[in-house]
């Protein structure tokens, strides 16, 4: 065979493998898939058409294969999937008061690196415990002691929310999670707010470091006004997480994270012991009861207390908390190597 007849072979071979692929994800445009979601486990039935029962061993539920293949009467095939959330690749997430287990099902006519035909969605979601405490919690990282016999804790995170971050690289725009909780030990209930935070290039802050304000005017978060930066739900009065979306400053350079973290009454809330942020609508809502988000109205102003006796004789605890470093980087610019 001529050098031009093979070159004409190969593309016809891989029009032809296009067509194929092309029939065999339009054969799932209305998929018959069930999911049912157990307490720590799922079971998921997919049932498929004729054509497909040849390539059993190419259906997956994240990296799993079936646990049973059934050929139906019909001659149809039936992929039945029963596993733990530990395995399959699911992930876990916290989204507001749910818990969420997401993995996806996937048909792979070829081995990698060929790209899957066909995939699905597979989402089990469960409301969240009033007393779901995430496992990082006792101990976390960044551990510091305040007054009074007041532990302060700060952390960064995974993406999840389900554990402390495996790396300090951020890239530009990712979200990076900071946990910030205070061990009650003897004390009444109290509330866990960040008062100040600066993002600095510099573990100290001297006269000369650069700094970028991400909270400030008592508890408001000003990055929610410039980005998707957010406080997420609280799952215990003692503890804040801030959703802090990665900023431009001092990419590919050391970031340090310094915060004026303050405890209150619970009961206790004003202008200057708050949590405000920026949300959807565009207006700042009061993170612990938006029903008050009206004590936000001061943000874009000074929020000075209107009565000062007042706001002296409220019983706080305040300690300054370092985070870092954190490195994030643009992953547009190849002068950047990780």
Avoid at 129 to 143: A, H, T
Avoid at 223 to 248: D, T
Avoid at 266 to 272: A, D, K, P
């Amino acid at each position: 065979m001529s050098q031009t007849h093979a070159m004409i072979a190969l593309v016809m071979a891989a029009r032809f493998g296009l067509v194929i692929m092309a029939v065999l994800a339009a054969a799932f445009a209305d998929p018959d898939i069930k999911v049912i979601c157990e307490s720590d486990s799922v079971r998921v039935i997919w049932r498929v058409g004729p054509q497909f029962v040849p390539y059993a061993a190419r259906f997956f539920l994240g990296n799993c294969m079936p646990s049973k293949w059934m050929v139906l009467p019909t001659g149809e095939g039936e992929a039945h999937f029963n596993y733990k959330f530990s395995d399959c690749r699911f992930t876990k997430q916290i989204k507001g008061k749910h818990l969420v287990y997401q993995s996806e099902l996937s048909f792979r006519p070829q081995a990698k690196p060929k790209p899957a035909v066909f995939k699905h969605p597979v989402n089990c979601v469960y409301k969240r415990p009033d007393d779901w405490v995430p496992k990082f919690l006792n101990p976390g990282s960044g551990v510091s002691s305040g007054q009074s016999k007041l532990v302060f804790r700060m952390a960064l995170l995974n993406e999840q929310l389900t554990g402390v971050a495996k790396t300090n690289v951020i890239p530009l725009g990712s979200f990076m999670p900071i946990w910030v909780a205070v061990e009650q030990k003897a004390h009444q209930p109290l509330l866990m707010l960040m008062d100040e935070c600066v993002a600095a290039t510099t573990p100290e802050l001297q006269p000369n470091t650069q700094i970028y304000p991400i909270i400030g005017n008592n508890g408001c978060l000003f990055e929610s006004k410039r980005g998707s930066s957010m406080f997420l739900p609280r799952y215990h009065s003692s503890a804040i997480v801030l959703y802090l979306q990665s900023f431009k400053f001092n990419l590919g350079g050391e970031v340090y994270i310094h915060c004026n973290l303050v405890v209150w009454d619970t009961t206790n809330l004003g202008r200057q012991k708050k949590a405000c942020h920026v949300k959807d609508s565009g207006s700042w809502e009061l993170l612990d009861d938006p029903s008050r988000s009206s004590l936000c109205d001061c943000c874009d102003t000074v929020c000075s207390p209107r009565n000062k006796r007042s706001e002296q004789e409220s019983h706080s605890r305040s300690f300054k908390s370092v985070l870092g470093p954190i490195i994030i980087v643009d992953e547009s610019d190849s002068k950047i190597s990780l």
